[in-house]
């Protein structure tokens, strides 16, 4: 069973009180102790927000605000975020309960993400490549945006049902994927590598370097196979570095 303890709602640039209020009551219904708000675009805090948030209000003051999704993600071992656009690129949808029964499947306890977006468009696809797990709500496709709170419900909702039934039973995984800020640094350390040498052009970095991602995020890719890929690319600068000192 997860202990929501672990889990951090997550809403990037929120700009409604009201919302923002009343995710943090949802945050109560569900035992969710931590609300997490990435550059938020109103008074989280006004009388509105603590109007919705009813017995959620300690969780709302208590909420933590962090200038960018990196900061807020930084000590989050798995990153579950949603996505209410048709068009998100090459960004593979893994299916609800594929990816909150993912959440579950860790022996020993670790921080949970659920990111959400803005109200008025959501996560960009350059937010999206920063999470594990990208999930979409099953809405009509004339209109496939929910309301903010609307998705953290539903979501929380599903992740209970899931959790009730204890899906990961005699499932648990020892494999922790790694640290995303470490991995997502190490991919740009990369590609900057191999734009040096020639492998990538400007023009199709962005679009190359994100499907390497999305590669490694499906390979569950673990810390320390991160830092081997660092070792490596180091030592091929110093490599690169070192023949052209001797070819002066």
Not at 17 to 45: M, Q, T, W
Not at 100 to 122: N, Q, Y
Not at 142 to 170: C, R
């Amino acid at each position: 069973m997860v202990n929501y303890k672990n889990i951090k709602i997550v809403l990037v640039e929120p700009s409604g009180p009201i919302n923002v209020g009343s995710v943090a009551r949802l945050c109560a219904n569900f035992d969710v102790h931590e609300l997490r708000l990435v550059s938020p675009k109103c008074d989280y805090l006004d009388q509105d927000a603590k109007k919705m948030a009813v017995k959620g209000g300690k969780i709302l003051e208590k909420a933590i605000i962090y200038e960018d999704l990196n900061s807020a993600l930084s000590d989050c071992s798995r990153v579950i975020a949603t996505c209410g656009r048709k068009e998100h690129g090459d960004i593979p949808l893994s299916s609800n309960k594929e990816a909150l029964c993912w959440a579950f499947k860790s022996e020993r306890a670790e921080t949970i993400a659920l990111v959400f977006g803005r109200e008025d468009r959501g996560l960009s696809n350059e937010e999206l490549l920063k999470a594990n797990k990208v999930i979409s709500l099953n809405t009509d496709k004339s209109y496939p945006s929910l309301n903010l709170s609307h998705a953290v419900a539903i979501v929380l909702h599903q992740f209970n049902q899931l959790n009730e039934l204890d899906l990961s039973k005699g499932n648990k995984s020892k494999s922790y994927p790694a640290n995303l800020i470490k991995l997502e640094d190490c991919i740009n350390d990369a590609g900057s590598l191999l734009l040096d040498i020639g492998f990538l052009m400007k023009h199709t970095y962005k679009a190359k370097m994100s499907k390497i991602k999305q590669l490694l995020l499906r390979s569950e890719i673990k810390d320390e196979e991160v830092a081997l890929i660092r070792g490596i690319i180091s030592q091929t600068r110093w490599k690169i570095k070192n023949k052209n000192d001797k070819s002066k």
